[in-house]
């Protein structure tokens, strides 16, 4: 099983609103991921889980918040959006975080549905 | 500051055709290279992942090389179908697991 869920499909909120995108595996992964698409363009790292702590902010403002409760649960709370931030929100998960001392190789990173997101 | 491109932008072939599709980056300290595939609106589907060390990848109808020290990989699919019409990315693995994707090939296989 390979399997990547993100909860909900879809999300309209306000500028004003807090809320959270959700994103579970059981493949006993161990480094998460948050990408975000805008339309017609490539994913965007956003933020690394290496072993349920945060590894990588790619400089990301903090109106978005992450959060790693467990190993298999991965969220990320919304406060404050600006319409620009609407997008396609992409969870990913692999087996190895890739640190230096796992050889820093890499693993096949395996991705959700997404979440659409639109802030009006 | 790595970058990745992927040529052509666009590309529509009739059903049975055998095709190469193209990536290229900037800076050859990678440490794997990923093909994915989106459909319109979802998400990313792996397609094949090939390690800094090898040369070549084959799953099924698809066959992917790498040429680290050129900065260049290929997809090959062989026998396309019209259910290979989706949007291929490929993404370098930077160190860390950290993806920079390319800019993608929209394909359409017309029956």
Not at chain 1, 47 to 75: D, Q
Not at chain 2, 18 to 31: E, G, H, M, P, R
Request: proline share 6%; aromatic share 8%.
């Amino acid at each position: 099983d390979t399997e990547v869920t993100q909860t909900p499909k879809h999300l309209v909120m306000g500028m004003t609103n807090k809320k959270s995108l959700k994103c579970e595996q059981h493949m006993g992964h161990r480094a998460m991921y948050w990408y975000k698409q805008k339309a017609k363009k490539p994913p965007e790292l956003m933020f690394v889980y290496s072993y349920e702590k945060l590894s990588i902010n790619e400089s990301v403002p903090s109106r978005f918040s992450p959060e790693c409760p467990n190993s298999s649960l991965l969220n990320l709370h919304l406060h404050a959006l600006q319409p620009e931030d609407s997008a396609l929100y992409l969870c990913a998960s692999s087996m190895r975080p890739g640190l230096a001392g796992e050889g820093r190789r890499g693993d096949t990173q395996y991705f959700g549905p997404g979440t659409r997101l639109t802030v009006l | 500051k790595q970058e990745v491109t992927q040529i052509p932008a666009a590309l529509s072939v009739p059903e049975g055709e055998n095709l190469v599709l193209n990536c290229s980056f900037t800076d050859s300290a990678i440490y794997n290279l990923q093909w994915f595939r989106q459909d319109p609106g979802k998400g990313l589907t792996s397609l094949l992942l090939i390690q800094s060390s090898q040369r070549e990848q084959t799953s099924g109808r698809l066959n992917a090389s790498l040429d680290k020290s050129s900065g260049r990989s290929t997809l090959y699919i062989a026998a396309s179908q019209p259910g290979d019409s989706a949007t291929y990315l490929c993404a370098v693995n930077t160190g860390f697991q950290k993806l920079v994707f390319g800019t993608g090939t929209r394909l359409l296989v017309s029956p």
